[in-house]
């Protein structure tokens, strides 16, 4: 019997599974959109976003400048810090056309996406069905950060009324 064992297994054992979960975990915070199978993104999102609500819920403190908090807060975050920086590694690189870009992935998770989700309670991720793979026919997702870019998207979404007002 499996009572109280939550979690999917995915044929693997404990440590080939928590890799597995680290290295999506770190892929997905670093490209904010990866393609993967449907249980491997329904798992992802449990984890991904205790990755998040952990930065979240310092609250300012997480995306301060350290030379602005007190002690005691510079404390808190680093021990935040350090809690996510045993799950998730700390640097990951990007391809960016021609070049490639080195990020941190816990100043991301600290600075950006703690202040990019600060009033949302929960929710982080969407996942997106795609369809099934073509080699074995398995179901494929994408799941993503949420409001990925909504400074570009609202930017964007005030252009075209401003144009309708010039025309009036």
Known sequence: MRHQKAGRQFSR???HRRAMLRTLTANLIAH???????????ELRRVAEKVITKARRL???AYTPADKLSNADQARRQAAMQQV???????????????????DLIE???????????????????????????GDNAPISIIE???ANAPAAEAKSDEPAAEAKSED
């Open 13 to 15: 054992n404990t440590s």
């Open 32 to 42: 904010e959109r990866i393609e993967t199978t449907d249980a491997k993104a329904k």
């Open 59 to 61: 609250g300012p403190i």
């Open 85 to 103: 920086g045993k799950f998730l590694r700390r640097f990951a690189t990007i391809d960016k056309g021609e070049e490639y870009q080195k990020i």
């Open 108 to 134: 991301k998770v600290f600075v950006e996406l703690a202040e990019r989700y600060a009033d949302r309670a929960g929710g982080y991720t969407r996942i997106i069905k795609v369809g099934n793979r073509r």
């Open 145 to 147: 950060l949420v409001e």
